[in-house]
């Protein structure tokens, strides 16, 4: 019998990118290594200042079409568009708000949840998080998953030692590695150049 809590994480919001050379150029921004993602497989990422400093952390996601999911806090989203249009230049890329699609997090014991039409994928930080669900029909939570709270959630996250933007994780403030990214599968240091790299590594 599944024993699965989950909520919608409407404290969560999503960003589209897309265009032919979406990975390459997002490989050149972020602290993990973009070519690991895959279907099923996101990635855990920052994105820094030139300085090493934190401003976003956010799961980089196999859309299924070829596009890239970012999944980000809401609150950090609108800037960290602006921010990714500001590295955009003359590549072939597109970065667009992803509107028509809920974030659900699930966790507990039981297999992965199923739900019709949506993108399951465990998280990649620790297992003991369970899964994060993309539906664009906004049911994102199965019917036998018992209803939990955002402060369930964060319970749990601050039980296992894992950082939220906005409260551990400071803009401008925080250095990653302080923060247990290495741990948490956040960075990688063999993937070459990105912004912030020479101080991160």
Known sequence: MSRLRGF????RALLRIGGVDARDWLQG?????VR?????????????????KYLFDFFLVEAGDGAVLIDVAADRAAALAQRLSMYRLRRAVTVEAET???????WGDGPAPAVDRALVVRDPRTPALGWRVY???GEA??????????????????ALGVPETGVE?????????EAGFERLHGVDFRKG???GQEVTA
Do not use: K, W
């Not at 921004?29 to 290594?33: A, E, I, K, R």
């Open 193 to 195: 150049c990105y912004v």
């Open 141 to 158: 939570v199965p019917a036998d998953v018992a209803p939990a709270t955002r402060a369930d959630y964060d319970a749990l996250r601050v």
């Open 8 to 11: 919608v994480a409407e404290h």
């Open 29 to 33: 921004l972020v602290s993990n290594d």
């Open 36 to 52: 690991h993602l895959a279907p099923g497989r996101p990635v855990y990422a920052a994105m820094l200042t030139p300085q090493g």
């Open 100 to 106: 028509s699609a809920s974030v659900a997090l699930v």
């Open 169 to 177: 994780l400071i803009p401008d403030d925080t250095f990653i590695l």
């Open 135 to 137: 539906a664009d029909d």
